[in-house]
């Protein structure tokens, strides 16, 4: 028997639903010596065409396809800040030294101890590269920051600059220079590095083209203006040199964001008498902890824009 001749309520259990007058009951209920498999019927399945290509250019998208990589916006995966290193620059050797004997390496550490202390009742874990006067590879502090999976790094150092007039605040983060100044200053500053020749490709590679880059770059901008806004009422000849990008060993190596902040002119006695008072190494100090929570503070603002 033909299932195309079959009427309706012709078989057994026959659904009430029809298509043209047919029954649309299962063909698993008909008697088996009723159903002619050669015959056409609307409920056995057919196989399914193959979309043409037309079809596919029709399939609609939400964007089109890019074609150069882009950063994926910051704001689609929140990300806390949990653990911060701060590098106290040099240790052992006094770095940069002041015509009255002040040196580098003194300074740092003193911002840097109060700086952990300011931020003591933050929900971060804060840690020293070094916590006393000794001497520390550069490799080694990018080694304790890697190590303690740091989610940023702020390395504290203070500058010598010719004229000695000069009073500036200057922040760096990871990536090429042709400025002379800051070849010169990185050059002196990864005197140290522990890097050898077979490491230029890997070297080359952090300087151009770091998934970190515009991390650091928001975090610089943000300590930068912090550091200089909080200065500029008592050192009124404090002068902005802004963010720059500048190839430290210690912002090559380091896997977080990470930025160089250079907070002091030790080469102008002037700035060197601030340094030797209290209260403006408390506001230093004050200063850095306003920007890091401050950009931790952007990383979860529902709309951030790039800078």
């Known amino acids: 028997m033909c299932c195309k001749t079959l009427r309706r309520g012709a078989l057994t259990g026959a659904s009430d639903l029809s298509i043209r007058g047919f029954s649309l009951a299962c063909c698993w209920r008909w008697a088996p010596t009723s159903f002619n498999p050669r015959c056409w019927c609307p409920l056995r399945r057919r196989p399914l065409a193959a979309p043409s290509p037309g079809d596919i250019d029709l399939t609609p998208e939400s964007s089109a396809p890019l074609t150069n990589p882009r950063p994926i916006d910051r704001s689609a995966i929140p990300l806390a800040i949990k653990r911060i290193v701060i590098d106290p620059g040099h240790g052992g050797e ?11 390496k003194e300074i740092t550490l003193d911002v840097a101890l109060r700086l952990r ?69 990185a050059s002196m500053e990864n005197k140290d590095s522990g890097y050898s020749l077979s490491d230029y490709k890997q070297i080359l590679e952090k300087i151009y083209v770091d998934a970190r880059h515009d991390e650091s770059r928001a975090l610089a901008k943000t300590i930068q203006t912090k550091l200089y806004r909080s200065l500029k009422p008592v050192n009124p000849v404090l002068a902005n040199r802004g963010v720059k990008t500048a190839p430290f060993v210690v912002l090559i190596g380091t896997q977080m964001p990470a930025i160089l902040v250079e907070i002091a002119c030790l080469s102008n006695e002037d700035e060197v008498k601030l340094l030797t008072k209290e209260h403006y190494r408390e506001n230093i100090a004050l200063a850095l902890v306003q920007g890091i929570r401050s950009y931790a503070a952007s990383l979860n603002a529902p709309n951030r824009k790039g800078s």
């Open 94 to 104: 006094p770095g940069a030294l002041s015509e009255s004997g002040l040196a580098e």
């Open 117 to 185: 202390r300011l931020m003591a009742h933050d929900p971060y874990e804060v840690l020293l590269t070094r916590e006393t006067d000794r001497a520390m590879s550069l490799d080694k502090r990018v080694k304790f920051a890697n190590e303690h999976k740091a989610d940023l790094f702020v390395s504290i150092h203070a500058n010598w600059m010719e004229p000695k007039t000069i009073r500036a605040l200057e922040t760096y983060y990871v990536g090429p220079t042709d400025d002379p100044a800051t070849l010169k200053l």
